[in-house]
């Protein structure tokens, strides 16, 4: 049995990304909940409470950059690139955590609305637009390749149009007097971070639980091995996620020439990386002993 390792490594530069975005999503969840509290307005807190459950994120997916890192001992062998994928899971439920707070405050606010003063709502949302928007931008290069970080694009792309949706409901409240407009903006918060969230949620649980990766498909992997030259077959086919840029497999390969294995081996590993797979674990198998396995 032969192992192919081959690590793709977290993203380092996105790392000074991270940084900046917390200080500045941490600057804003200040001046947010400050303004929220001050003018008493729901929408304003709700945000920024949703804000500061994505600091918290960004926080969370800079240390399962560091986790990714540590390297495999003789009590954890892949390292603790596994945690990679818990951190995903548990930024996920943090946010639905966050979405049935929100809901709560809102059936609240409409049995007792306040006034709000809708010119300072719009104004704070504003600058949340620009932050927010700016960390988006930032993290979109990134997002294609790892879990951990398109759920950090996807949160700061629903901020942004969360914080735009503040911003009407300010000037909605400014012009109309409409004071109701604010825990129905913060009721479509919770649907757009719920939405945004649950693909998140749904990848995470996937892979916790060792499920095959978005974008790897079973079947596909099972011809492109077939394809090859001198395979017969093959069988016991598993695939993992062992981090969320990493997914191994292991599977028996069934050949006609015990003698051409290294050759094919190295075909196969060449090409199963070329499909996401970077970490292979191959068992050469002739067509007598497969069928001695198989009790025929």
């Given at each position: 049995?032969?192992?192919?390792?081959?690590?793709?490594?977290?993203?380092?530069?996105?790392?000074?990304?991270?940084?900046?975005?917390?200080?500045?999503?941490?600057?804003?969840?200040?001046?947010?909940?400050?303004?929220?509290?001050?003018?008493?307005?729901?929408?304003?807190?709700?945000?920024?409470?949703?804000?500061?459950?994505?600091?918290?994120?960004?926080?969370?997916?800079?240390?399962?950059?560091?986790?990714?890192?540590?390297?495999?001992?003789?009590?954890?062998?892949?390292?603790?690139?596994?945690?990679?994928?818990?951190?995903?899971?548990?930024?996920?439920?943090?946010?639905?955590?966050?979405?049935?707070?929100?809901?709560?405050?809102?059936?609240?606010?409409?049995?007792?609305p306040t006034e709000v003063n809708g010119i300072a709502v719009s104004w704070t949302a504003g600058v949340g637009i620009l932050i927010n928007g700016a960390t988006a931008l930032l993290l979109m290069r990134?997002?294609?390749?790892?879990?951990?970080?398109?759920?950090?694009?996807?949160?700061?792309?629903?901020?942004?149009?969360?914080?735009?949706?503040?911003?009407?409901?300010?000037?909605?409240?400014?012009?109309?007097?409409?004071?109701?407009?604010?825990?129905?903006?913060?009721?479509?918060?919770?649907?757009?971070?719920?939405?945004?969230?649950?693909?998140?949620?749904?990848?995470?649980?996937?892979?916790?639980?060792?499920?095959?990766?978005?974008?790897?498909?079973?079947?596909?992997?099972?011809?492109?091995?077939?394809?090859?030259?001198?395979?017969?077959?093959?069988?016991?086919?598993?695939?993992?996620?062992?981090?969320?840029?990493?997914?191994?497999?292991?599977?028996?390969?069934?050949?006609?020439?015990?003698?051409?294995?290294?050759?094919?081996?190295?075909?196969?590993?060449?090409?199963?990386?070329?499909?996401?797979?970077?970490?292979?674990?191959?068992?050469?198998?002739?067509?007598?002993?497969?069928?001695?396995?198989?009790?025929?």
């Amino acid at each position: 049995m032969e192992h192919h390792h081959h690590h793709t490594a977290p993203a380092q530069s996105l790392n000074g990304i991270f940084i900046l975005s917390i200080i500045l999503n941490g600057l804003f969840v200040l001046i947010e909940a400050g303004v929220g509290l001050w003018q008493n307005s729901l929408s304003l807190l709700s945000d920024a409470g949703h804000n500061l459950s994505d600091v918290f994120s960004l926080v969370l997916v800079l240390i399962a950059f560091r986790l990714a890192k540590v390297q495999r001992n003789e009590h954890f062998t892949y390292g603790y690139r596994k945690s990679t994928i818990l951190i995903s899971l548990l930024n996920a439920v943090i946010l639905l955590v966050a979405v049935g707070a929100i809901v709560i405050e809102s059936i609240h606010k409409f049995s007792e609305p306040t006034e709000v003063n809708g010119i300072a709502v719009s104004w704070t949302a504003g600058v949340g637009i620009l932050i927010n928007g700016a960390t988006a931008l930032l993290l979109m290069r990134g997002q294609k390749s790892d879990l951990n970080v398109r759920g950090a694009f996807l949160h700061m792309a629903a901020d942004t149009l969360v914080s735009v949706g503040v911003v009407i409901s300010g000037i909605v409240i400014h012009y109309t007097g409409w004071t109701v407009i604010d825990p129905i903006v913060s009721l479509i918060i919770a649907v757009v971070i719920l939405i945004s969230t649950w693909e998140l949620l749904s990848d995470s649980l996937r892979l916790a639980v060792d499920g095959i990766p978005d974008g790897v498909e079973l079947q596909e992997i099972e011809q492109l091995i077939k394809a090859s030259a001198h395979v017969m077959s093959t069988h016991h086919i598993h695939v993992w996620a062992i981090s969320t840029t990493e997914t191994a497999l292991t599977a028996h390969i069934v050949i006609d020439d015990l003698s051409c294995w290294p050759h094919v081996s190295e075909h196969l590993k060449h090409t199963l990386a070329e499909h996401g797979i970077s970490h292979a674990t191959l068992e050469p198998e002739t067509a007598d002993s497969h069928c001695h396995n198989q009790d025929c």
